[in-house]
Structures are given as C-alpha cells and as structure tokens.
C-alpha cells in the first residue's frame, strides 16, 4: 500500500523568504472664539484641510500605508499553512516514476496557460511582483503566488494591481459586460455557440466578437505539453494510462476532448493523472469557460477497492432523492472512485483553497454514458481535517458535540458530496425542451451546484447509515462534522463553494436545525432538524435545475448566500484557525 510518509509543517517566515524568489472659499464667516479659547488657542494652530502637504506629510502618510499593507499582508499569508506532501514510492517501477516526471513536465505548462485565463496580464504582473525585492514587494509576490492572481480570492481585492478583477478574467475582452455580450449574441444568434464554447477564448476584431479556439490560443503552450503527454505514454507500462495521454495529447490540437474523457474515466494506473480543461468558476461573466487545471496523483488501489461498493448504490442513491421522476434521470453509474495522495497540482487546482476531491468529467454525454469519477485526496483530507476542520469545531460547537467531530464523517462527506455531482437533474427543462443546467443558471451554476452536491452528500451519506452500509454512529457524526464543516468552506470568500456554503448555514439556522448562543458563541445541532431540513433543501436545488429557474436560484442565493451576524461572529471566533494550507512537493523539486 502506498501512503503518505511526511507530512511536514513548516514556519511561516521561510515560506514568505522561498515564495518572493503607485476650490473656491467658503462663502461663510466662522464665529469668533470665546476670549478664554483665544488665550490658549492662536489662530495660526487651526488645521487648513485645504493647505498643500509639505514632503515630509507625505513621505510619513505613505511610509506608514506601507507598514498598514506590510502588516495586512503578513495576516493573510499567515492564513495559509504551510504543508509538505512528501509521498512514498514503495514498490513504483522505474517506468512509472519516470513517467511521473514527464507528467509534472506537461502540469507546468498546463500551469502557464491558467495564469493567463485567470487575467491576461498576470506574466507581467508576476514578473513585476518577482523584481521587487522590498519587503512590501516580497510579500505582494508571496501572497500573489498563493492566490496565482493580483486579487484576494477571499473577498476579490486587489493587492498587486490598482484595478477590480474583470468578471470575464482573461477569456473575454477586458471591459466586455455580460449585457454587451447577451445583446451581440441577439444579433448574431449564429456565432452564439463559439463564443460561448467551453473550449474557446472571445477576442474583438473591430466591432466584431471572434471565437479563437484554445488549441490556436494556447498553441504555444499546449504544444509541449502534448507532446510532454506523449513522451510519458511511450515510458508507461500501464496500457490505460498509455491510451489515454495519447488521446488526451490529441485533444489538446483539436479541442475535442470526449474520446479522451471517456479514456479517463478507464484509467485505473498506479499513478494518474487528471489534466485539461474542466471547471468555470474563473469565467464570472456567463460561467462557460473552462479553466486548465492538472492533478498527479499516486494511487492506493486497496482503499479505492473499498469504495467501489458505493458507486453499485448510485441507482438507489437516485431513486432515494426527495423528488419526482423526471428529476433523477438515468445516468450511466459505472462512476469508477479512487482514493490516491496528491503529488502535484497546477492550473484551477492550485490557487487559493486546495482541491480535496474531484468529480469529472463535466461533459454531459460522457456522464450519460459512463458516469463520472470520483478522485479523494488522502493526504490533503487528513491535512485539512487536523489541521483546519477539527480546530473549527472545537471552537463553534457545545462541549457535549464535539466528541462527534470525525476525520471518517469528514471523507465520507467529501466522498457523497463528489458522488451527488452524478445524481439528480441531468439538464434543465425550458418549454419542451432540455437544455444543460450550467447553460440555464449560467453564473449562478457553480454556486446551486456545489452546494447541491453538499448538501445531497449528506443526504445520501445518512442514506447509507440506514441501510447499514455504514455504522449507525456515523449519523450523529456526519450531522455535526457536515455542519461544523460549512464554516470552514463559508472563509472561502465569495466563491461557489463560499456562498453555498453560506446559503446552506443561513437555512438551517433559520430553520432550527441548530441553535446559536450568544453568551457563548457556540451552536447546538439539532440532529432531527438537521436531517429534515438536509432532505428539504435537497429537494429545493434539485427543482431549481430541473426548472432552470436562475431567477430562484438568484433569489435564494440573495437571501441566504450572505455573511449574516451569526457567519461573521463565527468567522471572528475562528479567527486563529488557518484558513486553507499551502502546499510543496518534494517530488515535483520543490
């Protein structure tokens, strides 16, 4: 069995040392002061607020903006623990790790590409950030690195730029607006399909909007890496890994990638590797626009064996959600699961909030026909939960709760919330036809859906409980770990999983599923309450995308996908907890 060996915690301050490798007078005539004023007071001593600055004002104003930012800075970075994942190669022949190598080659420029989706001119400002050698500089580029973007991901500030981050990021034209695209898109109905294609980046050409496809945009990038892909398939001994680099160097020159999704989901290698173009949380404008992202993983073929038993439950699993008929269609449910310990990330995988699990391919018809498949990472889940997960517990919940915190409730959570991905709504119905749900709820998909495979994981987790699949134990500490577990993903920011997580807290509060007190700061979960209104709002977003409705979706994000006092007060009491980890990869040279 392969397993993580180290996972070592280092101090803050080597971190930031590694990562740091711009009238007229009024027409009033002020009273006179009373005579003892006068006395104390000459009138040479009033403050003219609209007398010039000497440079000394102004050299002290910015030096002490500076040392503001310095120590700002210092407070963010702080958040972000850093974490070591040294994993062991026991047993791995030479060919395997050879071809570990080539794929961390391919990942590295797969991680070029994201930096310019992200904004197009995030080279420069890297490259700007890398030169400045001050302390304020070294830190601006530390905490750029954490984020792979000029702005907070927490809360969308910028730091290292003096602008607010476009919504299209760099797949549109800076300035375009999701009104001025909706209204050229009316007047040219027939290019509406390349322009809003997964696979495609948006470019003026006069008044005209062109589709430039990512294989001609990036070429100068995925180029190499497809042949980086290559390289690795030829010193693999593993036939599936083999046929699916091939067919997945191929979809980087021709921008389609359905043969190579469905060579993914039969990949089953001692190492693996997910690389390509999957989510759109960076495209803000419509949410169309898939982002690069890579995953090298080392995988434990005896853990994922172990769960193999819950993807034959799927079809239960659907017929069990809380709704009608034509809301939990047939799927195809081989959904392959693998337990495995990360030893690279680049791309969408690695900025801000590590990923612990991933539920792909996002294509459709490749779900229809296959399913799709579940990747855990072990070695980031066990991180997360001791080091973040556990510490928000224990300073949120009574005393009497807290035994109930589970690394075990945490993986089986993260586990049904991958495997819900794959249940419910498959597309949205308008009029009498279907459409995909990302393409009805647009912006909004990302959010309704992360936080309906959230709180549907902890539906079909309790599911399981009842059909003694799992121990009947789990229930309680599924519904206090789930809950405890929202506050960690709410500190995210204004991300999907941040404001669904947010919208999921604020509901059950509401509702009572668990009770705050004030003199304490520490909340009381209701385990009936919880469950009844786990099921009701799992019902609720499952009608959302089987309707469509972004007008819904809206309102309930509107409504409870919001910092509330109870969230806020919250987040100051965990205020100590880091907020993610940052990690190193000692197998990759780092």
């Known amino acids: 069995m392969l397993r993580t060996v180290t996972m070592r915690l280092r101090p803050l301050l080597p971190l930031v040392l590694l990562l740091a490798l711009g009238c007229s007078a009024p027409s009033w005539t002020p009273s006179p002061l009373p005579p003892q004023a006068q006395a104390v007071a000459p009138t040479d001593a009033r403050v003219d607020p609209f007398a010039p600055k000497s440079l000394a004002d102004i050299a002290n104003s910015a030096k002490a903006a500076e040392a503001s930012e310095t120590a700002s800075l210092q407070q963010k970075i702080a958040r972000f623990v850093p974490v070591t994942f040294a994993v062991a190669m026991d047993g791995l022949p030479q060919s395997e790790r050879d071809t570990l190598v080539k794929l961390i080659e391919a990942s590295r420029l797969i991680q070029e590409i994201y930096e310019r989706q992200v904004f197009a001119d995030n080279p420069r400002v890297a490259a700007r950030l890398a030169a400045d050698t001050?302390?304020?500089?070294?830190?601006?580029?530390?905490?750029f690195r954490i984020m792979r973007s000029p702005w907070d991901r927490l809360d969308n500030?910028?730091?290292?730029?003096?602008?607010?981050?476009?919504?299209?990021?760099?797949?549109?034209?800076?300035?375009?607006?999701?009104?001025?695209?909706d209204a050229y898109l009316a007047a040219n109905p027939t290019e509406k399909e390349k322009l809003l294609g997964l696979f495609t980046v948006v470019e003026r050409a006069g008044d005209k909007l062109t589709a430039v496809p990512y294989s001609k945009a990036y070429a100068a990038f995925l180029a190499p890496a497809a042949a980086k892909l290559r390289e690795a398939a030829k010193l693999t001994k593993n036939r599936s890994l083999a046929r699916f680099l091939e067919s997945r160097a191929s979809a980087f020159e021709s921008d389609d990638y359905y043969a190579s999704d469905k060579d993914w989901m039969d990949l089953d290698a001692a190492v693996e590797v997910t690389i390509g173009p999957y989510e759109t949380y960076e495209d803000e404008l419509k949410g169309q626009k898939a982002a690069f992202e890579s995953f090298v993983t080392i995988t434990d073929p005896a853990a994922s064996k172990d769960l193999a038993r819950f993807k034959k439950l799927l079809g239960e699993m659907q017929a069990h959600l809380p709704v009608e008929a034509p809301m939990k269609?047939?799927?195809g449910l081989e959904s392959p699961v693998r337990v495995g310990d990360l030893v690279f990330s680049a791309g969408d995988a690695r900025r801000g909030i590590m990923t612990t699990a991933f539920n792909l391919p996002n294509d459709e018809r490749v779900r229809k026909e296959k399913g799709a498949k579940k990747v855990l990472l072990r070695n980031v889940l066990d991180a997360k939960f001791t080091r973040i997960m556990k510490p928000i517990g224990e300073?949120?919940?009574?005393?009497?709760?807290?035994?109930?915190?589970?690394?075990?409730a945490f993986f089986n959570e993260v586990l049904f919330h991958e495997l819900s991905h794959t249940l419910g709504p498959a597309q949205s119905l308008r009029g009498a036809?279907?459409?995909?749900?990302?393409?009805?709820?647009?912006?909004?998909?990302?959010?309704?859906e992360e936080a309906k495979a959230?709180?549907?994981?902890?539906?079909?987790?309790?599911?399981?409980?009842?059909?003694r699949e799992l121990p009947a134990s789990m229930r309680e500490e599924l519904l206090v770990t789930y809950f405890a577990g929202l506050f960690r993903s709410v500190r995210f920011g204004v991300d999907a999983h941040g404001r669904g997580a947010a919208m999921q807290l604020n509901r059950f509060v509401e509702e009572g599923a668990a009770a705050?007190?004030?003199?304490?700061?520490?909340?009381?979960?209701?385990?009936?309450?919880?469950?009844?209104?786990?099921?009701?709002?799992?019902?609720?977003?499952?009608?959302?995308?089987?309707?469509?409705e972004k007008s819904a979706a809206k309102a309930l994000l509107d409504r409870y996908g919001v910092v509330s006092e109870i969230i806020a007060k919250a987040q100051a009491a965990t205020a100590h907890v880091p907020v993610d980890l940052f990690p190193t990869y000692p197998l990759a040279g780092e």
């Open 134 to 143: 001050s302390e304020l500089g070294k830190l601006r580029h530390a905490y």
């Open 157 to 181: 500030a910028p730091f290292a730029v003096e602008r607010t981050r476009p919504p299209g990021a760099g797949f549109y034209p800076d300035g375009l607006t999701a009104e001025a695209l």
């Open 329 to 331: 269609p047939k799927r």
């Open 395 to 408: 300073a949120l919940l009574v005393p009497s709760q807290q035994k109930f915190l589970s690394s075990a």
């Open 433 to 448: 036809q279907h459409v995909d749900v990302t393409v009805a709820l647009e912006e909004l998909h990302s959010a309704v």
């Open 454 to 467: 959230d709180v549907m994981g902890a539906y079909n987790v309790l599911f399981m409980v009842q059909k």
């Open 516 to 548: 705050f007190d004030a003199g304490t700061g520490r909340f009381t979960v209701d385990f009936d309450k919880l469950e009844a209104s786990i099921a009701k709002l799992t019902r609720d977003l499952c009608v959302i995308e089987y309707r469509g």
